[in-house]
Every structure is written in structure tokens, then in C-alpha cells.
């Protein structure tokens, strides 16, 4: 999945800019997701099938010990007291 966010500035404004960063990438008739945050905008677009078979196969790493080295590595940058919100994320359609 892509995954484009916008923060720190008008909602109008920070959602052109979620959409310009995934310009070209994806496909939106596949699934796309849009999130307000009251901060940030999010857009979330699956993959291609031609992306797809560059990448792999989509694999859900939440709840595995993969999540958490990734997180490690980034947990530096999130806000104090940042929790992620899996009812936020859009539900996968993958076994």
C-alpha cells in the first residue's frame, strides 16, 4: 500500500499535497483511503498489480516482531506519547 501524509497546515492545502506525493503510483479503483487527523492528511492507495510484482506480495507485519524493529528505528521522530490506531488503518482484503 502507498502511503502519502501532509501536515501542518490547512486541511485543503495538506490534502493537494498527500495526492501530488502519490501522483502516478497505484491505483486508486483498487482502494484508497483518505484520513483527517485535525493535524495531518493521509491518503493510503493500493498497489498496481504491476507494482505488485516488483514488490511482492502484501504482507500485514502489525503485531510482529518486524512492526516493532521498524517502529524502533522511526520512534525517535512520532510525537510524545504517540500510540499507533489500528482502527484508523483501512482493513485488508488479504489472506
Known sequence: ??????????KK???????AALAGVGSSLLGEWEEWTGRAYHVRRRL?????????????????????????AVARWL??????NPKTLPESDEP
Open 13 to 19: 492545502l495538506l490534502r493537494r499535497m498527500a495526492f
Open 48 to 72: 498496481r498489480p504491476e507494482e505488485t510484482a516488483v514488490t511482492g506480495p502484501v504482507l500485514d507485519i502489525r503485531g510482529t516482531s518486524e512492526a516493532a524493529t521498524r517502529l524502533a
Open 1 to 10: 500500500m502507498w502511503h502519502a501524509s501532509a501536515a501542518k497546515g490547512e
Open 79 to 84: 510525537p510524545a506519547g504517540w500510540t499507533e
